[in-house]
T-cell receptor, first 112, second 113 residues
Framework: DAGITQSPRYKITETGRQVTLMCHQT?????MFWYRQDLGHGLRLIYY???????DKGEVPDGYVVSRSKTENFPLTLESATRSQTSVYFC???????????FGEGSRLTVL | GENVEQHPSTLSVQEGDSAVIKCTYS??????FPWYKQELGKRPQLIID?????GEKKDQRIAVTLNKTAKHFSLHITETQPEDSAVYFC????????????FGKGTHLIIQP
């Protein structure tokens, strides 16, 4: 049982390039989330999705795009990467009724 | 939106002593308050949670208390051990957390031998 997986785990890119971070879960959880983690800021919600084709903005959505065509996948795209988007990105899923978030291993993104 | 404040940012205790981390929240609609532990280089993992209809919850050496009137909740770890060293995050949310959680900035707990 793979659970929730993210790819790539590490990515270095340049300012202005498009980057997509992938997230896949095998539990059929309805809810999926993208958080970014930065020193001094904790975990901040970027986008979340309650079901396929339903997405909503979180606290820091600017510069990011998400889609959810299938329940198990929730990719996060940086359309034109900026240095301020250098961060560790965590995908998470939840069955909803418990509230517990299950996090992926994280994707460390560096924008030069 | 919700705002969660967490204190202290760093906490150093002697092995065997107790540790207390405190959080306050702003949105009275929040009804779900989990605590996550994150070891260095790892993903955050849930260690305990409490809902608004409960004042206290215990699980072996860890406990969480909630004061809805004052809008604060705390994590208590007793008989601390080296493996308790980690960053701890509190969070608050509504709808059972299904609409996303707002996290505090984290507390780095250091257990001194």
């Amino acid at each position: 049982d793979a659970g929730i997986t993210q790819s790539p785990r590490y990515k270095i890119t340049e300012t202005g390039r498009q980057v997509t971070l992938m997230c896949h879960q095998t539990w059929s959880h309805s809810y999926m989330f993208w958080y970014r983690q930065d020193l001094g800021h904790g975990l901040r919600l970027i986008y979340y999705s309650a079901a396929a084709d339903i997405t909503d903005k979180g606290e820091v959505p600017d510069g990011y795009v998400v889609s959810r065509s299938k329940t198990e996948n929730f990719p996060l795209t940086l359309e034109s990467a900026t240095r301020s988007q250098t961060s560790v990105y965590f995908c998470a899923s939840s069955a909803g009724y418990t509230g517990e978030l299950f996090f992926g291993e994280g994707s460390r993104l560096t924008v030069l | 939106g919700e705002n969660v404040e967490q204190h202290p940012s760093t906490l150093s205790v002697q092995e065997g002593d107790s540790a207390v981390i405190k959080c306050t929240y702003s949105d009275s609609a929040s009804n779900y308050f989990p605590w996550y532990k994150q070891e260095l280089g790892k993903r955050p993992q849930l260690i305990i949670d409490i809902r608004s209809n409960v004042g206290e919850k215990k699980d072996q050496r860890i406990a969480v208390t909630l004061n809805k009137t004052a809008k604060h909740f705390s994590l208590h770890i007793t008989e601390t051990q080296p493996e308790d060293s980690a960053v701890y995050f509190c969070a608050a949310g509504s709808g059972g957390g299904a609409d996303g959680l707002t996290f505090g900035k984290g507390t780095h707990l250091i257990i001194q031998p």
